[in-house]
């Protein structure tokens, strides 16, 4: 099945700087990459997700970049605020070709100094 | 809570005792998932459903049953088989034919006593 490794664990920028989360998939077949938000006590949401026909996607000051040759995948996040502070999880799987659910990631803790 | 709503939110098991997890949903969508959470383990899927009265192993299904009765409801039974329950678990559905975002409910903290 698919594996999904998300690094790194924990990361503390200074507020206004750019945060990078990394993350790798094992299987080939994957076509579909979100990324998830998770707040504290709140549930996880969906912030942005690409899919393996294109190479970048961005949505004001958030970005996703794939690279399927070397399966992996980044989130960008550019001049952090402290709502940034959160739980960012990566997740993958393949649609349309019969596996169902998503593999996530263990997760970044963001933590945004002021 | 969004259109997908779990209960209970604290849940409390004592050893040898099966209990359910609630979760139901009004968004209309087929497909539904149940994952664990554990510190620093990230989501773990559990079981997931594409259809009313069919459903499918997760990763780690082992000590879980579910039941998909209805497309609205896919409560989460955790049994005395499951030697480590304690964790915060997640339900989740999405619109298969629109798009694949999970939408979560508020999640249920089951300890053990």
Redesign the interface.
């Known amino acids: 099945?698919e594996n999904v490794e998300?690094h790194p664990?924990t990361l503390s920028v200074q507020e206004g700087d750019s945060a990078v989360i990394k993350c790798t998939y094992s299987d080939s077949a994957s076509n579909?990459f979100?990324w998830?938000k998770q707040e504290l006590g709140?549930?996880?949401?969906?912030i942005i997700?690409i899919r393996s026909n294109v190479g970048e996607k961005k949505d004001q000051r958030i970005a996703v970049t794939l690279n399927k040759t070397a399966k992996h995948f980044s989130l960008h996040i550019t001049e952090t605020q402290p709502e940034d502070s959160a739980v960012y999880?990566c997740a993958a799987?393949m649609?349309g070709g019969g596996a169902?659910?998503?593999?996530?990631?263990?997760?970044t803790h963001l933590i945004i100094q002021p | 809570d969004?259109g997908i709503t779990q209960s209970p939110k604290y849940l409390f098991r004592k050893e040898g005792q099966n209990v359910t997890l609630s979760c139901e949903q009004n968004l209309n969508h087929d497909?539904m998932?149940w994952?664990r959470q554990d510190p620093?383990?990230?989501?773990?899927?559990i079981y997931?459903s594409?259809i009313v009265n069919d459903f499918?192993k997760?990763?780690i299904a082992e000590g879980y049953s579910v039941s998909r009765e209805k497309k609205e409801s896919f409560p989460l039974t955790v049994t005395s088989a499951q030697k480590n329950p304690t964790a915060f678990y997640?339900c989740a559905s999405s619109d298969r034919l629109t798009g694949?975002?999970?939408f979560?409910?508020?999640?249920t903290q089951l300890s053990v006593l």
């Open positions: 099945g998300q664990s579909y979100p998830y709140k549930r996880p949401q969906l997700d999880f799987s649609v169902d659910g998503l593999t996530f990631g263990k997760g | 969004g497909a998932y994952y620093g383990q990230g989501l773990r899927l997931y594409q499918q997760g990763d997640l694949e975002e999970l979560f409910g508020s999640g």
